[in-house]
Every structure is written in structure tokens, then in C-alpha cells.
């Protein structure tokens, strides 16, 4: 069974009966590319321990350590898979897969993100009424919910009802998201500048006017990047920023993931070192 076939295999039996995002079959696709073009589309029962440490150490160099981490943790499922189906692979086992890197997550406080949503609204004067006010909406809308930009592109003019909605997360649960006074009255104030007839929450107001994408609010983070003076600020660094506040403010973590539709609480636990730096003032005012 040649390498590509296995991971379509594998993605028929596991990704899509389990009901993963697209994002997650995306991201098998791409492992299954990176060993074809290693490789070649060659039959995985020829593939040896010392073939994929060499593919190892070739992208080590390339992704970031937790990207590897993945990616190894998917190629021992498709071994597995393929070995349960009665084919000579390698023993997926050999493959170990790396501890999960701990790393730093970038946030904004509650008062930088208020300047960010200034700077969007002063650098869109110049593109009309309708930009200024959908970057404004969906800046507001991602600070007071925590959504996922993928959920936020999902979002229908009538999907909000009385500040709250429903939105489907990466395991296709359902989950319910509240929004604040000042997030409804942006949103409303946009919506009521809008003549079209598309169904979606936020669109593209230059050229066909069609559903904003995923790409085009990244962009809109750029834009507002390149004219202040943040850096590397993106939908997901809001999305920490509201995990980040609700901890600062005693929030337990259960109902912040819930809030955030994790699947696991160690997905969660990465911002409790976040407190550190609290507990630090802490203890300096009372040694001190």
C-alpha cells in the first residue's frame, strides 16, 4: 500500500467517522505529502525506523517542534492502522513521540486590547464606514468571546439572539458563546450599515462581497500590525487573551474550556503559568 494511499485510508476510517474538522484532515494530508516528497509515494511496508528518522531530522529543521510532535503522533496511527489490516509495516512503537514543548503564548490585556480596536478603527476611516465598522465588530466579537476565527467566518446574520450563539468547534460538539453589550451594539451597528442580501455575519465589502474567509481577517490583523506598533498579533492571540482574563479573574479552569470548546483540560492548563508573573507581585508586596 503505497504511502499515500494509507493516510487516505486512514482519513476515510478515523478522521472523518470521527467527526474531526477539516483543519485535522488538512493537517494528515499535508504529513502524508511531506513523506511523499521525501520519499516518494513508495509502499509504507518498505519504510524502516532509520527511513523515518532520517524524514525526522529533515523536517525538525523546517517545522516547529510541536508541528513534528503531531506529525509523528499521526504516522504511528496510520502504522497501526495499516498493521491491524494485515500489512508488514514497521512496528509503530519504535516511533516515539516527543514531549509536548512548552512555550510562552502571547496575550494582550484587557487596556491593549482596547488600543488595538483604536487602531483599527482610525487606520479604516480612509476605506469607508462599512470596514471600520466590521473590523471594529469582529475585533470585539473575538475579545469577548474567545471564538475560534474559523468559528467566527462560520457566523449567519441571525446566529446571534439575545448575546449569545451556537457555534461548532473542532470536535463537531456543539457549544454555546455569550458575547457582551458592547460586542452586540458593534455588531448591530454594522449590520445596519449593510444593503446586502448575504447571509453571512461579516463579508468582504471589495469585490464580489462574498462570506469573509479565515485569510481575510488574518489579513485584516496584518493591516493593523503594519500601521502601530504590535507585533505578530493575530485572532488566536485574542482568543489567549480572553483565556488569560478569565483566569486572571478566578475563573476555574473547567468552564474556561468549556468556554473555549476544548477537548481536554491539559489543552487549558497552558495558561495557568500566566499566573506566575501575578503570584511574583504577590509575594514581592508581602516580602517587601
Known sequence: MKISEAFKLYICDYVLRAGKSINTESSY?????????????????????????????????RWRSNTVRNAISCIRMVLKMAARRGFDVMDYEELVVPKREKYIIQYL?????????????????????????????????????????????????????????????????????????????????????RTDDNSALFISHQGARSRLTTGGVRRIFESICDN????NVTPHTIRHSFATMLLDKGIELCYISDLLGHQSLDTTRIYTHYTNTKLQHIYDSVMT
Not at 520519499?39 to 509504507?44: A, E, L, Y
Not at 502601530?228 to 507585533?231: A, P, Q, W
Request: charged content about 25%; aromatic content about 10%; some cysteine.
Open 109 to 193: 490585556l484587557p487596556e491593549e486590547i482596547e488600543d488595538f480596536i483604536s487602531v483599527a478603527s482610525r487606520q479604516c476611516r480612509g476605506y469607508g464606514s462599512m470596514n471600520r465598522l466590521r473590523n471594529i465588530a469582529i475585533l470585539r466579537l473575538l475579545a469577548a468571546s474567545g471564538i475560534r476565527v474559523s468559528e467566527l467566518v462560520s457566523l449567519n446574520r441571525n446566529s446571534i439572539r439575545h448575546r449569545k450563539f451556537t457555534v461548532i468547534g473542532k470536535s463537531k460538539n456543539p457549544r454555546v458563546v455569550f458575547i457582551d453589550e458592547a460586542t452586540e451594539d458593534a455588531i448591530n451597528n454594522y449590520l445596519a450599515c
Open 29 to 61: 494530508l499535508n504529513i502524508s505529502k511531506s513523506l511523499v516528497s521525501f520519499f516518494g509515494d513508495v509502499d509504507i511496508e518498505s519504510l524502516s525506523f532509520s527511513d523515518f528518522r532520517d524524514w525526522h531530522n529533515f523536517v525538525s529543521s
Open 228 to 231: 502601530s506598533d504590535f507585533i
